[in-house]
Nanobody, 123 residues
């Protein structure tokens, strides 16, 4: 497993942007698929975006065209660039890592999770 630490969350107005970062420990980061999930108050955790070890990506329909996931294997870091933010994007955002089939949006295939970073979008 890898240890994951998210950062970059905060309060932003609707239409604004944020970039989340997830720093991973370990020397095998480049072999993991990485993903972002989010959980809003009173709702179940949901898939946001994922990126494979080779850079392929997949997105939830609700964020497609607004969010971009990327990774820097030299820095053991995955990013989530979030643009045109909406109040409904407000949630606790989690980073996840897994040695899993691709593509996948299934949280059960990701074995390592961070503690989350809060994103709040005001209207």
């Amino acid at each position: 497993q890898v240890q994951l630490v998210e950062s970059g969350g905060g309060l932003v107005q609707a239409g604004g942007s944020l970039r989340l970062s997830c720093a991973a420990s370990g020397r095998t980061f480049s072999t993991y698929a990485m993903a972002w999930f989010r959980q809003a108050p009173g709702k179940e955790r949901e898939f946001v975006a994922a990126i494979s070890w080779s850079g392929g990506s997949t997105y939830a329909d609700s964020v497609k065209g607004r969010f971009t996931i990327s990774r820097d294997n030299a820095k053991n870091t995955v990013y989530l660039e979030m643009n045109s933010l909406k109040p409904e994007d407000t949630a606790l955002y989690y980073c996840a890592a897994g040695m899993t089939r691709w593509p996948t949006r299934d949280e059960s295939t990701f074995g390592s999770w961070g503690q989350g970073t809060q994103v709040t979008v005001s209207s």
